[in-house]
């Protein structure tokens, strides 16, 4: 099974809108780790926002927040006030406490529309 | 500060021929990953050392592939004999130790683009 599904291949947005990216992710360990990574088309990986599985609030970072439902075992990332430089490749992200791997997604393509 | 580095940024070589893949980590981070992605895909583990453990090859493909860290700092990645299939970029993303939580994020490099003719 896969540790981390992104269903969404591409997603659009009118700028300024705000988008969610969907994420969900599957592990049987109570401590865990979940990151969302931006890669533009320059290649780069940029790190976002991170969330751990303890973390009572959702995590915010600028117009980065995580919408995190643990019973669901979903964490999707939102982008409020989309600007044209949010388009790229969007990667979710799970670390286990009681291993060495991230696993990542397959991805979301984001292009943000003026 | 200076970021996660990696050389060479392209490589181009023929089929058959071994490569070697360089990532310079931030300094003091004690973790350092290899990852795979393939045009239009998501990011395929390959190999993470921590510090002076045994690392965690899991992820290489076949016995064509290795890596080492020297001195708990740089890594390198070698391909032997190398394959069209072996066409990528192979990110290398290091990360201080992770703590209880575990949430310490991957800094990555910018890629080495291989093309195998």
């Known amino acids: 099974a896969q540790k981390i599904t992104q269903t969404q291949p591409g997603m659009f947005v009118q700028e300024k809108e705000a988008v969610t990216l969907d994420c969900t992710y599957d592990?049987?360990?109570?401590?865990?780790?979940l990151f969302w990574y931006k890669q533009p088309s320059s290649g780069e990986m940029i790190f976002l926002i991170y969330?751990?599985?303890?973390?009572?609030q959702n995590a915010t970072e600028g117009r980065y927040s995580l919408n995190f439902q643990k019973a669901r075992k979903s964490a999707n990332l939102v982008i409020s006030a989309s600007q044209l430089g949010d388009s790229a490749m969007y990667f979710c992200?799970?670390?286990?406490?009681?291993?060495?791997?991230?696993?990542f997604g397959t991805g979301t393509s984001l292009t943000v529309i003026p | 500060g200076a970021g996660v580095s990696q050389s060479p940024s392209n490589k181009v070589t023929e089929k058959g021929k071994d490569v070697e893949l360089r990532c310079d980590p931030i300094?003091?981070?004690?973790?350092l990953y290899w990852y795979r992605q393939s045009l239009g895909q998501g990011l395929e583990f390959l190999i993470y050392?921590?510090?002076?453990?045994?690392?965690?090859k899991s992820g290489l493909p076949s016995d064509r592939f290795s890596a080492e860290r020297t001195g708990g700092s740089v890594s390198t990645l070698t391909i032997q004999r190398t394959q069209q299939e072996d066409s990528a970029v192979y990110l290398c993303?290091?990360?201080?130790?992770?703590?209880?939580?575990?949430?310490?994020?991957?800094?990555f490099g910018d890629g080495t683009r291989l093309s195998i003719l």
């Open positions: 993303a290091s990360s201080p130790r992770q703590g209880r939580q575990g949430n310490q994020p991957q800094h």
């Open positions: 592990t049987s360990d109570q401590s865990y780790g």
């Open positions: 969330q751990g599985s303890y973390d009572e």
């Open positions: 992200a799970m670390r286990e406490y009681t291993g060495n791997q991230f696993y």
């Open positions: 300094s003091g981070h004690t973790a």
């Open positions: 050392f921590q510090g002076n453990s045994a690392p965690d």
